[in-house]
T-cell receptor, first 113, second 110 residues
Framework: DQQVKQNSPSLSVQEGRISILNCDYT??????FLWYKKYPAEGPTFLISISSIKDKNEDGRFTVFLNKSAKHLSLHIVPSQPGDSAVYFC????????????FGKGTRLSVIA | DSGVTQTPKHLITATGQRVTLRCSPR?????VYWYQQSLDQGLQFLIQYYNGEERAKGNILERFSAQQFPDLHSELNLSSLELGDSALYFC?????????FGPGTRLTVL
């Protein structure tokens, strides 16, 4: 049973526009969420995170929004650049911090010049 | 460069065989995490070691085992390999919320 779901396997966006990647979760014990980015032939790299006490966290062009009541989070990239083309994984962990991260299946973002 | 190294990069073997994947964590990191990424699957957590001791276990098959050595490097042993074990295997080090991933080992079972 997938506790973290990324329902869009792929997304294409034009350079300069906004990219919105979505993630849904089912476990109400999750209270910390992360986004990882993965280029081909490399391991995932941490991008941005958000705690459940916040509903938004911003880091440069990247903003993560959390809607706890809907158990939904999204990653916004503005403006999108060709170098953002990668697979983006959403991950979550519960409040204890002692359990492993649970990852979604990823969304492949293609930014077209 | 994450500072996490994994060897080998690629491994091709036959069904029924046994392989060992190796991971060296970032300097100073005590935890090592192993993940499997199969086709169309996300990163599935397998197992975590902390300073030589098993800390958490995920969806790791009984045919798979791991250990962490005194120098903190870790090995993931996969035995009686099946076609379905073909995947990318990643190791990561750090702490739960900030994990640094290695480049992965691509295992192909023929």
């Amino acid at each position: 049973d997938q506790q973290v779901k990324q329902n869009s396997p792929s997304l294409s966006v034009q350079e300069g526009r906004i990219s919105i990647l979505n993630c849904d979760y089912t476990n109400s014990m999750f209270d910390y969420f992360l986004w990882y980015k993965k280029y081909p032939a490399e391991g995932p790299t941490f991008l941005i995170s958000i705690s459940s006490i916040k509903d938004k966290n911003e880091d440069g062009r990247f903003t993560v929004f959390l809607n706890k009541s809907a158990k939904h989070l999204s990653l916004h990239i503005v403006p999108s650049q060709p170098g953002d083309s990668a697979v983006y994984f959403c991950a979550a962990r519960d409040y204890s911090g002692n359990t492993p991260l649970v990852f979604g299946k990823g969304t492949r973002l293609s930014v077209i010049a | 460069d994450s500072g996490v190294t994994q060897t080998p990069k690629h491994l091709i073997t036959a069904t029924g065989q046994r392989v060992t994947l190796r991971c060296s964590p970032r300097s100073g990191d005590l935890s090592v995490y192993w993940y499997q990424q199969s086709l169309d699957q996300g990163l599935q957590f397998l197992i975590q070691y902390y300073n030589g001791e098993e800390r958490a276990k995920g969806n790791i098959l009984e045919r798979f085992s791991a250990q962490q050595f005194p120098d903190l490097h870790s090995e993931l042993n996969l035995s009686s390999l099946e076609l379905g074990d073909s995947a990318l295997y990643f190791c990561a080090s750090g702490v739960t919320d900030t994990q640094y991933f290695g480049p992965g080992t691509r295992l192909t079972v023929l």
